[in-house]
């Protein structure tokens, strides 16, 4: 039996929970372009934004204040898990024979096993606070949705989840967490919207993509006052919530005297990258060496692959019109493991540190992914999420390259969520079963398509 070998820790006090998120746009080069209403072709209003978000949401997703108070309702309610560790893998470290080190931030202790807690309880706290009952979303592999099914039964709203239909048959044990913690889970496409049943009319196999759950969710939102969209990913606010990774792992550096060279993250938005790196971002204008790395899917990596331009955020066309790196709103990648990474565009202010060459990408093959996830819970004990399965992949790749050249760097990754409920994933990598998928392996079926499909 191998040892797991002793792993250093750096922990947090509960007093030491930020009290402030950072807001990262005001320290960019430039601010990102304006969004844009695709029913009139102009920026939006902030009577749009406050239709589509709670209205608090409405308020900090155009904020150019760099600091913004935490509330203390949130802030108790992070004290559930946060501060998360600091830890170093000694064990991959010694397996690599590599001079670097190599640490990750472990975010999995949240009750959703992941980081997406952070916003969920945010988001569900001003929803609360501003009057309304009832939050709608999409999630991809169901870390979000979780997150938010909890964060709705702390604060006291009800919850409607659009579950993209390849996660909604294929981790049904996610489903089944949301829907013990309260929340309604549709698959989408689905039969309880117009755009469900156009979709699925013409393509009765169509496996879904966030885009598509995007769209579903926002026909619910337009067809009820009362509710609001609860944004996973995507939206500047979501991502300023994240911010409090970033800023613990700050102090837990400076605590054993240690500078990141290379901070590591999956994309799919950009929620844990942002979060986990944007603090970083003044200390790398002003000259610090700093490698932001963003690690995609093969199958679906709009920073590796895509272009900068003006796209929609959900496959129909109903959501804000936004600049950053994409794929098209119409493409839908095959139904690959890692679930939360099956967006075709990602964040607006990831595609904006992207542009600005602030942050590196890289994109990897599923079965590359898995072999980098089994590797560090062999060597580690902790099984990764299949999203952070990508963010390994590019650690190990890193830490060799540090061998080949003796660097001694620092290597930080942001360790977004657990395992656990993707275990049928890792069964079908031990059978031999899984296999890689490339971007080009499934088109989104667009109407001018679907005869060539029937035929």
Known sequence: MKPLGLIDRVDLPVDKIPTRWYNVIPDLPRLPEEYIDNSTGKKVTREWLERLFVKSMAAQETSLERWITIPEPVREAYKLWRPTPLIRAVALERE??????????????????????????????????????????????????SALAIACQIFGLDLTVFMVRASFHNKPYRRNLMETYGAEVRPSPGDTTEYGRKLLAEYPDHPGSEATAVSEALECVDADEGTRFAVGAFSNHCLLHHSVIGLELKEQLRMIGRTPDYLIASVGCGSNLSGFASPFVEDKLNGADITILAAEPEACAPLTYGEYRLDWADSNGRGPGVHTYTLGHEFVPPPIHAGGLRYHGCAPIVGLMRHEGLLDAEAYGQVSVFDAGTTFAKLQGYLPAPETSHAIRAVIDKALECKRTGREATIVFNYSGHGLLDLGAYGRYNDGLLRDVEKEDFVAPTPSMVEGLKA
């Not at 999995?108 to 980081?115: F, I, L, N, R």
């Not at 945010?122 to 991809?140: E, I, N, P, S, W």
């Open 96 to 145: 690599l024979g590599t001079p670097a080190q190599i640490w990750f931030k472990y975010e999995a202790t949240s009750p959703s096993g992941s980081h997406k807690l952070n916003s969920a309880l945010a988001q569900a706290y001003y929803a609360k606070r501003d009057g309304h009952t009832r939050l709608v979303t999409d999630t991809g592999a169901g870390q979000w949705g």
